[in-house]
């Protein structure tokens, strides 16, 4: 498989749930990142994580919890959301040399009831 | 600061030229990028350009950049109904091993047959 991958692609969850997004990419990057994308505001960068260790947080709130275990891999920690966080969330992952271009999954589109 | 603005809707009809506009602010970008989203997908990139680049032409797309104004555009010739689709416009800066992108609300474009 290539390129960058999303699971779950579609969540529903309740305000007491705990759930786990999965991104996974197959290009040999060192950086990875989580945006969310709503109605409401445009693409949000959430975390960065370079070479494994987070370099961004953009005062994301504590309900949101990454986590990366390798330069492959990349997930993110859900618990106790709000309705309002329901929002498409895109990984993305890139290398540090040329354009630095950024390579997105499709997205985990999630609903929080 | 960061702010990156674009129009959010443009409709064409088909054949005819597409001109998308987009204002940055950070002068110290090195990139600007445009990305193409189709509903329920994530992002796909374009087309970038070089922040010290007027103009770079890729098949039927033409970005043209004027540094001073801050001003980028994006222009899609002979727009066909695949072309229909959310614009975005970001603007780049390399910080450490990460590249932090900040997006635009997007333009839609609808194409018209």
């Known amino acids: 498989e290539t390129g960058v991958t999303q699971t779950p692609r579609h969540l529903v969850m309740g305000m007491t749930n705990k759930k786990s997004l999965k991104c996974e990419q197959h290009?040999?990057?060192?950086?990875m990142y989580w945006y969310k994308q709503s109605a409401k505001k445009p693409l949000e960068l959430m975390f960065v994580?370079?070479?494994?260790?987070?370099?961004e947080n953009n005062s994301v709130p504590s309900r949101f919890s990454p986590e990366c275990p390798n330069s492959s891999h990349l997930f993110l920690h859900l618990h106790t959301l709000q309705p309002e966080d329901s929002a498409l969330y895109l990984c993305?992952?890139?290398?540090?040399?040329?354009?630095?271009?950024?390579?997105f999954g499709p997205g985990t589109r999630l609903t929080v009831l | 600061g960061e702010d990156v603005e674009q129009s959010l809707f443009l409709s064409v009809r088909e054949g005819d030229s597409s001109v998308i506009n987009c204002t940055y602010t950070?002068?110290?970008?090195?990139?600007l990028y445009w990305y193409k989203q189709e509903p329920g997908a994530g992002l796909q990139l374009l087309t970038y350009?070089?922040?010290?680049?007027d103009m770079k032409q890729d098949q039927r797309l033409t970005v043209l950049l004027n540094k001073k104004d801050k001003h980028l555009s994006l222009r899609i010739a002979d727009t066909q109904t695949g072309d229909s689709a959310i614009y975005f416009c970001?603007?780049?800066?390399?910080?450490?091993?990460?590249?932090?992108?900040?997006f635009g609300g997007g333009t839609r474009l609808m194409v018209k047959p």
């Open positions: 993305a992952s890139s290398s540090s040399g040329g354009n630095n271009e950024q390579f």
């Open positions: 290009l040999g990057h060192n950086a």
């Open positions: 994580y370079s070479l494994e260790e987070r370099v």
């Open positions: 950070d002068s110290s970008s090195t990139y």
């Open positions: 350009i070089f922040s010290n680049m």
């Open positions: 970001a603007e780049s800066r390399v910080r450490g091993a990460g590249n932090m992108l900040t």
